[in-house]
């Protein structure tokens, strides 16, 4: 078996690697450790192939599956390289750029002690005494005892003599929680005297919530446009096709723009829907947007507010996606993988079986 991985640089090629038995099950959208050249890259594997494509040289192996569940289900695999192809850039700047810090995976270096087999310069005494007795210490823990000035040479210098060996581990920024807690400003509520009633709605209103809510019985994505003047009545009717949506157990996207993302419409909305709600924009620390992320692969989370950049999350079942104020145009992305939130929400899933209503 093979795999073409592809690796978070400005290059379009995917790369080819065996998969050895013991990674059989890995499957796409799972994070792999891979060699390049002298050092070690984590890349998303695209493919698992029978025979590889690639047959000018030898082909090395995956060093390891770092996430036992894909962390990039096959709607965001497809999303990634429909961008690439749409806006012409190399699929590694999109992996980049899609790819937050939340969900990297940094490398961790530990010192082993084999044995002290011969003399040392004097200058090396202190870390050689030091690791002689902890027989295992981490660079980090290392460069806090010993400073950071030298410290690399001489740990590789030591490691030629055979007195000591180093491993590198990959690890996490986050680590996965079973069940991530959801902020109490996210949580149902219960209280009557907080929520906010609908509205009766005129005919034009009636009709337009009769032709959507029909609409969410298939799952083939649809998009519409709803257009009206200033309080005209528009919220109204996208809340009560989001309520259906949620009706039929599946998940809601409302993008937002940039400004109008306030405590005072998530608030709002917590208030209409009374279901779990997560926030998800790129202003986030990175452990609430790994909160966020891991909420939403669940499902724990059923509605979701965010900007431009929630398009990339992960969703168990989005039967709806809402674009609040299409025409605003913080939902241009500028920079090196340019993109539209209003079309990467609509113009890839044209025809798409597995996304719903846009």
Not at 130 to 152: F, I, N, V
Not at 170 to 175: F, G, I
Not at 306 to 332: C, M, N, Q, W
Request: net charge positive.
């Amino acid at each position: 078996m093979y795999v073409e991985i592809a690796l978070p640089i400005p290059l379009q090629t995917l790369f080819t690697y065996a998969l050895p038995e013991p990674f059989s099950w890995c499957r796409p959208g799972s994070l792999a450790l891979v060699p390049v050249g002298r050092t070690q890259r984590v890349g998303v594997v695209w493919r698992i192939l029978e025979q590889p494509q690639w047959t000018r040289g030898t082909i090395r192996p995956i060093h390891d599956i770092l996430t036992p569940e894909p962390l990039f289900d096959a709607d965001l695999l497809y999303l990634l390289e429909w961008i690439s192809r749409y806006y012409l850039r190399p699929l590694g700047s999109v992996i980049a750029a899609a790819m937050p810090a939340h969900l990297r995976f940094e490398p961790h270096q530990r010192a082993i002690w084999i044995g002290r087999h011969h003399p040392v310069k004097p200058e090396l005494e202190p870390l050689v005494t030091l690791l002689e007795k902890q027989k295992s210490l981490t660079l980090t823990t290392l460069k806090r005892h010993l400073g950071a000035k030298g410290l690399k040479e001489n740990l590789h210098h030591l490691e030629q003599q055979g007195i000591l060996r180093l491993e590198t581990h990959y690890r996490p920024r986050h680590s996965p929680e079973a069940s991530p807690p959801i902020p109490p400003w996210a949580q149902p509520n219960d209280d009557p005297a907080d929520k906010i009633t609908s509205h009766p709605l005129n005919p034009e209103q009636g009709t337009c919530v009769d032709y959507l809510t029909k609409g969410l019985h298939d799952r083939t994505f649809r998009p519409f446009l709803l257009e009206g003047v200033t309080g005209s009545g528009k919220t109204e009717v996208y809340f009560r096709i989001v309520e259906a949506c949620l009706q039929f157990g599946r998940q809601v996207l409302m993008l937002v723009p940039e400004i109008g993302l306030t405590p005072q419409l998530v608030q709002r909305y917590r208030e209409r829907f009374n279901t779990e709600l997560s926030i998800f924009h790129s202003g986030m620390r990175d452990r609430q947007r790994f909160e966020a992320w891991q909420q939403l692969r669940s499902g724990q989370a059923r509605v979701v507010i965010g900007t431009r950049s929630a398009i990339f999350a992960p969703f168990a079942d989005l039967g709806l996606i809402v674009v609040d104020e299409e025409h605003d145009t913080s939902y241009k992305q500028e920079g090196s993988v340019p993109y539209h939130g209003r079309d990467m929400a609509g113009g890839p899933w044209s025809g798409h079986k597995r996304r719903g209503h846009f």
